[in-house]
């Protein structure tokens, strides 16, 4: 059964970093690219950046280009997002999602998303 749980999230001052993960299980994760996305209060889901199945690949959100980036170790199931220099803006529920190819795509399905984990930056 697939599951993908993240985990890291929390609050952090303005300019702060935060370390999210996300462990998937009950799939061969190699063969899969991974994709984050946030949901802020009141707004519809965006995608933040995706990494292809063995990583040769990634590509970002403008509003995180340079701040965030994203990496995944195939063996222990798991893929990471960095973020520094948080802002305010980046205040969402992040969720890790796996795609149905090795590339990075339209968004999977909501039953291929994690539960998610709160990010809140303030001061």
């Known amino acids: 059964q697939l599951q993908l749980v993240e985990s890291g999230g929390g609050l952090v001052q303005p300019g702060g970093s935060l370390r999210l993960s996300c462990r998937v299980s009950?799939?061969?994760?190699?063969?899969?690219?991974v994709g984050w996305f946030r949901q802020a209060p009141g707004k519809e889901p965006e995608g933040v950046s995706c990494i292809s199945s063995i990583g040769t690949s990634t590509n970002f959100a403008d509003s995180v280009k340079g701040r965030f980036t994203i990496s995944r170790d195939n063996a222990e199931n798991m893929v990471f997002l960095q973020m520094n220099r948080l802002k305010p803006e980046d205040t969402a529920i992040y969720y890790c999602?796996?795609?149905?190819?090795?590339?990075?795509?339209?968004?999977?399905?909501?039953?291929?998303w994690g539960q998610g984990t709160q990010v809140t930056v303030s001061s």
């Open positions: 009950g799939t061969i994760l190699e063969d899969y690219a």
């Open positions: 999602a796996i795609y149905g190819s090795r590339w990075c795509g339209a968004p999977p399905p909501k039953e291929y």
